[in-house]
């Protein structure tokens, strides 16, 4: 009697420890979450789980995934970028111009990788140099990269595109979409630099403390400004592979997109205050929210409802980053 008394106490030992592993490993949790949502929408609705709708969500997912791996490194360093969906807008109208222009494919490409980068520049010298917070810097970007946009085009999309230009979105490796494959490679070159090399630790000892990270002799405002780059470039991406996956660029487009890579890098576990973060984390998180919204459109709930969800889910993951801050303390 004794003894299968002390196996259910070792096997509830096991459970609770396991259960608490779970919640701790915010990489873990964040996937029982995924998995948990995507049964409750499969149950409401027998279409969402259809191999067609689960490989238009990594699809969907990807433009956010890709602005998310920016977003992630300024997060780490105690910024913010509002202005991703601008540039998002702005290198998918610039790359589509230049394909109508030149007739070819991989220099516009690179034409618009380069105004990423510049964008992004621009934002790592005004934060990094002039001292302008990060949140008023990136919303005059917002609205610098946004009024170009309708300004070169009138506020016409354009469309005239070069033969193959559907490939980085639309097209399939062995069975695979592209633009899953770009997101794995992208987080997985990320997860490289923010764990084995110099700029990535330096971009989570500028988030936990800038001052203390400058008189220790790292250049704060260079490493800032590499930082803005880099997620200049990688919404530069993310702008490409959403003209390709719609085949046309649209200077409206992307007002959504910083919000929802603000959530989903919050909702992945990397704090708003800097310092502490998981790029893979930042990657489900963008999965959860192409999956909520994959699974409201096909319950044909209101766009406009969709909004309030991802609203109210940046709030619940800044408390959440609250309150692992404070436990942290």
């Known amino acids: 009697m004794k003894s299968k008394v002390g196996s259910d106490g070792n096997a509830g030992n096991i459970f609770v420890s396991l259960l608490e592993t779970t919640t701790s490993n915010q990489a873990v949790f964040l996937l029982l979450i995924l998995f948990v949502m995507l049964g409750v929408f499969a149950l409401l609705s027998p279409h969402f789980f259809s191999s067609s709708n689960l490989t238009e969500i990594t699809i969907q997912a990807s433009v956010i995934s890709m602005i998310a791996v920016g977003q992630t490194m300024v997060i780490l360093s105690s910024g913010i970028d509002l202005g991703a969906g601008s540039i998002v807008a702005l290198t998918a109208v610039v790359s589509a111009m230049a394909m109508e222009r030149t007739g070819m494919l991989i220099p516009s490409y690179i034409i618009g990788l380069a105004i990423g980068a510049v964008c992004g520049l621009f934002n790592g010298f005004v934060i990094g140099k002039m001292r302008i917070p990060p949140f008023v810097a990136t919303l005059g970007l917002m609205g610098i990269a946004r009024g ?62 800038a001052q203390a990270s400058f008189l220790s002799g790292i250049n704060v405002s260079r490493q800032i400004i590499w930082i803005y780059t880099i997620a200049g470039v990688t919404a530069a991406i993310a702008g490409i592979t959403e003209l390709s996956r719609v085949g046309s660029g649209q200077p409206a487009a992307g007002g959504d997109y910083a919000l929802d890579s603000i959530a989903a890098v919050v909702l992945g576990g990397t704090s708003l205050m800097g310092g502490f973060g998981n790029i893979w984390g930042s990657l489900i998180g963008s999965l959860i929210i192409a999956s909520l919204r994959n699974g409201l459109n096909v319950m044909n709930i209101n766009a406009f409802w969709q909004q309030v969800v991802i609203g109210l889910i940046v709030i619940m993951a800044v408390y959440a980053d609250q309150l692992r801050h404070q436990t942290r303390r």
């Not at 469309?159 to 980085?168: A, H, I, K, R, V």
């Not at 997101?183 to 700029?199: A, C, N, W």
């Open 148 to 209: 170009i946009a309708l300004i070169i085009t009138s506020g016409v999309p354009q469309y005239q595109l070069t033969p193959g230009s559907d490939f980085l979105g639309q097209g399939r490796v062995l069975g695979v979409p592209v633009p899953t494959i770009a997101v794995f490679v992208l987080y997985l070159l990320s997860y490289l630099i923010l764990s084995y090399t110099r700029r990535g630790r330096y971009t989570y000892a500028i988030g936990s403390n």
